[in-house]
């Protein structure tokens, strides 16, 4: 994901962004402009100021972090806040000092609850978090259930779909709706659907969506038994119950199969599928023993202590040249 954001960061390029490179987790770069211009950039949870780039930040007193924070406060990201931002400084060292320069020289309020500005240390950086750009204050309030995708998954699954504006995007295990809400979000498909076996976990997909303009259907169905006509829907994004917080790899062996031909059923020819599993193997089984599609990219991804895979399925060649001899016969 981070090589990603690095790309995205690459697109927007100069002016606005300058001086762009990657530390293992993070892209930094030298910014110049209104945070809205950083917003298609949907793959990153935090925004932070660099303040210091050594690891012994007080043995100056914080002098240098100190002249980031007027520099960031007078012309930068945290000028973008309105009024004197609430601050809190992480366990560092020599913490009390650099508080009390902040609030006396800087007039902040020191509010470790509410906060605006979160000063902490990241690897060798001590950065100052800037909590109105939180994946969480960024975009709607998104509700969640206890087997929610991470929004930055979420985000990277719906890319790997590539869903066109006039799609048809469907959701056959969609929870709390994370994904359906991703793709409103970028301005895609014309319409989503989203199905799942618990009426909680609809109920609040309802609450999530109620707030998307794109026409959304939502309803009770299982993932055997997908009540949606042949070829009817153009990008089936879903996280998959793993088998491990959510069900079981027993319930996966008949799940998955099931399901897998029911997706060869209802994914328009030329569709695409991206499926996230940490149920890998028992997957790659079943798509072999599923005719009619193929995996054609696998992405692993690192989130929550897990490293679960996203699928990208397509129909087979010889799947989508029968479903066109047929078409043409029923036409003929
Ligand atoms: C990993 S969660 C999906 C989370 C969702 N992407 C979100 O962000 O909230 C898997 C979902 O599959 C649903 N589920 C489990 N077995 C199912 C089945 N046989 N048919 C349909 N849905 C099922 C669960 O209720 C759960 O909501």
């Known amino acids: 994901m981070v090589d990603r954001l690095l790309q995205h960061c690459h697109d927007i390029g100069a002016p606005t962004l300058t001086n762009i490179r990657r530390t293992s987790d993070s892209v930094l770069f030298d910014f110049d402009g209104n945070l809205e211009q950083l917003l298609p950039l949907r793959m990153f949870s935090t925004l932070s100021v660099v303040l210091d780039e050594s690891e012994h930040a007080w043995i100056d007193g914080f002098a240098d972090a100190l002249a980031e924070l007027e520099q960031s406060t007078k012309s930068g990201a945290i000028g973008a806040l309105s009024g004197p931002p609430a601050y809190r400084v992480d366990r560092i060292e020599g913490r009390e000092p650099f508080m009390e320069t902040i609030s006396t020289k800087l007039g902040w309020e020191n509010d470790p609850k509410a906060w605006d500005v979160n000063i902490a240390e990241h690897g060798p950086f001590l ?50 709706g994370t994904l359906l809400t991703e793709v409103a979000a970028i301005g895609r498909g014309a319409g989503l659907l989203g199905t799942d076996i618990s009426p909680t976990a609809l ?37 998959m119950p793993f088998g491990k917080r959510v069900g079981s790899h027993h319930a996966n062996s008949r799940l998955y199969p099931r399901f897998l031909a029911e997706l060869t059923r209802v994914l328009n020819p030329k569709g695409r599928a991206v499926l996230l599993t940490e149920d890998k ?43 066109h001899h047929r078409k043409r016969l029923s036409e003929g």
Not at 170 to 175: E, I, L, R, T, V
Not at 221 to 229: D, G
Not at 290 to 296: H, K, M, N, Y
């Open 127 to 176: 950065l100052a978090d800037v909590g109105a750009m939180h994946r969480s204050r960024r975009y709607a309030k998104l509700r969640r259930i206890p087997a929610s995708v991470n929004p930055l998954v979420g985000s990277l699954l719906v890319q790997l779909a590539k869903p066109e504006a006039d799609d048809t995007v469907y959701d056959p295990f969609c929870g709390s």
């Open 203 to 239: 109920e609040v997909a309802r609450l999530n969506l109620s707030a998307v303009d794109t026409p959304h259907l939502l309803a009770q169905a299982r993932a055997e038994t997908l009540p949606l006509p042949e070829h009817s829907v153009d990008r089936i994004i879903s996280n």
């Open 281 to 323: 193997r028992l997957f790659q089984q079943a798509v072999q023993e599923t005719s009619g599609i193929r995996v054609i990219k696998e992405v692993q991804v690192t989130s929550g202590g897990l490293h679960p895979t996203a699928y990208t399925i397509e129909h087979t060649q010889k799947s989508r040249r029968t479903d």
